[in-house]
């Protein structure tokens, strides 16, 4: 059990692997299981999208957006497959909106975003064609491979029961106050915070997700019911 470890004798990956069980999903072993199939199915089937949205909800404080930029930036390749929005969705959804397009959306404090971007992301989240914009271009209509990930301190919009876009994870509360600061350097550490060690958890967790393709190409995520809000 990574918990029972002392945080100095953890491998970055089990610090990042220790880090989604316990905050993002609350000690779940079934969510945990679905938040990383997730991320697999991104790596592995590019051109499949997943058409639901990984909603992040939790106090200030626990490291919830952290795993996520990294993830995206060196995972996918920031301002290429990796898009960063944060405190405001707006810029995703207004007229010149080509930032739209890669395989990664992340909406950090999405609960700022007003309730007409909230609207036109779902559109975003499920139709397989999107229409974008660049300043000075024509508009052109593209093919949608966006997989969105929000993460806030309270949802932000009304999602309705049985809105199966969204899957709904929420931090686990105590996190925050079991989370000491050599907790906070290593999971720093893990997510290429520094130019040493570099970007080797990363790395190490994208790794880990394909020795484990097994279970992750056989889950299904819609016949799981906690994804739907009550």
Same mark, same amino acid.
């Given at each position: 059990?990574?918990?029972?470890?002392?945080?100095?004798?953890?491998?970055?990956?089990?610090? @990042?692997?220790?880090?989604?069980?316990? !905050?993002?999903?609350?000690?779940?072993?079934?969510?945990?299981?679905?938040?990383?199939?997730?991320?697999?199915?991104?790596?592995?089937?590019?051109?499949?999208?997943?058409?639901?949205?990984?909603?992040?909800?939790?106090?200030?404080?626990?490291?919830?957006? !952290?795993?996520?930029?990294?993830?995206?930036?060196?995972?996918?390749?920031?301002?290429?497959?990796?898009?960063?929005?944060? +405190?405001?969705?707006?810029? @995703?959804?207004?007229?010149?909106?080509? +930032?739209?397009?890669?395989?990664?959306?992340?909406? %950090?404090?999405?609960?700022?975003? %007003?309730?007409?971007?909230?609207?036109?992301?779902?559109?975003?989240?499920?139709?397989? !064609?999107?229409?974008?914009?660049?300043?000075?271009?024509?508009?052109?209509?593209?093919?949608?491979?966006?997989?969105?990930?929000?993460?806030?301190?309270?949802?932000?919009?009304?999602?309705?029961?049985?809105?199966?876009?969204?899957?709904?994870?929420?931090?686990?509360?105590?996190?925050?106050? +079991?989370?000491?600061?050599?907790?906070?350097?290593?999971?720093?550490?893990?997510?290429?915070?520094?130019?040493?060690?570099?970007?080797?958890?990363?790395?190490?967790?994208? !790794?880990?997700?394909?020795?484990?393709?097994?279970?992750?190409? %056989?889950?299904?995520?819609?016949?799981?019911?906690?994804?739907?809000?009550?």
């Amino acid at each position: 059990m990574i918990e029972a470890k002392p945080v100095a004798e953890r491998t970055y990956l089990e610090v @990042l692997l220790d880090h989604i069980y316990r !905050v993002y999903c609350s000690r779940n072993p079934i969510m945990f299981w679905a938040f990383n199939a997730f991320f697999y199915n991104i790596f592995t089937h590019p051109m499949k999208r997943m058409g639901a949205c990984l909603m992040i909800v939790g106090m200030f404080g626990v490291g919830k957006s !952290v795993f996520f930029q990294a993830l995206g930036r060196y995972g996918f390749g920031e301002g290429t497959l990796y898009q960063y929005f944060g +405190g405001d969705g707006s810029r @995703l959804t207004g007229r010149f909106n080509s +930032g739209f397009q890669g395989l990664l959306i992340f909406i %950090d404090e999405a609960e700022n975003s %007003d309730a007409n971007t909230a609207g036109k992301t779902k559109s975003m989240i499920t139709e397989d !064609v999107q229409m974008t914009e660049a300043k000075y271009q024509t508009p052109k209509l593209v093919h949608n491979y966006a997989n969105f990930v929000y993460c806030g301190n309270s949802l932000g919009q009304k999602i309705m029961p049985g809105d199966r876009r969204y899957w709904t994870m929420e931090c686990d509360p105590s996190a925050k106050q +079991g989370m000491t600061k050599e907790m906070r350097n290593k999971l720093a550490e893990a997510c290429g915070k520094y130019d040493e060690p570099g970007p080797i958890g990363i790395c190490q967790y994208i !790794v880990w997700l394909q020795k484990n393709k097994a279970g992750f190409e %056989d889950f299904d995520f819609y016949v799981q019911p906690y994804m739907t809000p009550n």
